[in-house]
């Protein structure tokens, strides 16, 4: 196995002309901040998931039990992950698969787009997938001439609207159901232009649109929520069942898996089949669980490649506090209690990992060399409610901390300053000193009561002035402590 470049770009990185930079966290939030009814839509479904997903974790009786054997099974994974992997690649490679290793998102692509090419493949249907847009799939696919066919109904909206996902389990959250609809008319002639927003008209249509697609795929591709390495098998969970569709109908089956997605063994399931749909959805079970070792002579696809893709992760698996990251299950509790991401949306945390998981995953696989990647450990108000109800007990605020350490760290080696290392230095230069200090306080004071109207100071000059764009400071009281010591005390 080879470990990803350093800053590899786990991003599309298409071939055609270079695409402008990434903005930081918080100039990608503004518009999102700015659409209402997008706050007002992922408001409403975070609300209805939290609330689920308490009940779910609060009626099982052994579930701080649950949360601690997920945990332990996935440190376990990633401490050996080595001989998993290799475990692995043999109990495919013996059930009639082909394992494929991509270091990074560009082989991924020339992997699976010479496996399409070579089944003769013009068009793929695609079960939901957050890694195949991790390696941006569906455009290095489309360059080739194959279009792409999202199965999964956000997915499927997404790509008719040509639109970024915002959840990591609903990635259309972001929009209702009159939008939706509203979609749908435009751009499935067959929906008619009568369709009602109702849930069941909007499915139905949803499947009229995409069964003969399932009839006629010959290729079909998919992601994967757990690789067993003691059978070679590779597990997914769905409410739909339209990846099961793509995973028996097409003559050629190719998965694509990050490395972190090992599990030892089959007995890992039974933790992970109860904290994952509890987490996710709120339900005890999820409505479709797949599972598929190799190829069976008679039944089902007659080729299966699986590519395991490092892109990043043996990056992050090398930190030793940020590693605890790769333990996640994608199940979104994490997004569900996030007061950042509730208000943003998960679109300004990049492309791939959107929320708190993602402020974390992502510059822990990319590094934070980057402005936008140095940003997202930022994007938390450190609250801590990831960590409470996180399934598999990864504490996002902890690696949070430790990545604003390495940013902090980044910059100190750069040649001019930021204004904020600048006025840190100035800082501790005068608090190194107690009569510097004495002497800064004594000024700042009278600074500060210069600026203030009945006991606070509504704005503040220059760059302070962003501490009281949404604050009042109260003013300073005329002695300070130490003088009130020296006076009454001396
Ligand atoms: S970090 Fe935890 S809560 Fe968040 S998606 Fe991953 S497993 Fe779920």
Known sequence: MTASPPGAAPSPGRS???RPPRPKFAAAARPELADTRLRRNLRGAAAALREREAAAAAEAADWEDLREAGRAIGDGALLDLDAHLEE???????AGGTVHWAADAAEARRVVTGLVRAAGAKEVVKAASATTREIGLNDALSRAGVTVRETAVAEMVLQLG???????????AHRDRAQIAELLRRAVPAAGPGLADDPAALAAAARAHLRDRFLRARVAVTGANFLVAETGT???VESEGNARMCLTLPETLISVAGIDKVVPTWDDMEVFLQLLPRSSTGDRMTPYVSSWTGVTAGDGPREFHLVLLDNGRTRALADEVGRAALRCIRCS???????VYERTGGRPYGPVHPGPIGAVLTPLMRGVESAADASLPYASTLCGACADVC???IDIPDVLVHLRGRVVESRRRRPVPTPEMALMRGLAWTMGDPRRHEAAVRRGVRWARLLSRGGRIRRLPGLLGKWTEARDLPAPPAESFRGWWDRTRA
């Open 16 to 18: 055609g002309p270079a």
């Open 88 to 94: 692995l690649e043999r109990a495919v490679t013996e």
């Open 162 to 172: 040509e639109d970024a996902p915002s959840h990591l389990l609903s990635p259309a």
């Open 234 to 236: 590779v597990v997914l």
């Open 333 to 339: 509790a994490c997004q569900n209690v996030c007061p």
């Open 391 to 393: 399934p598999v007990k």
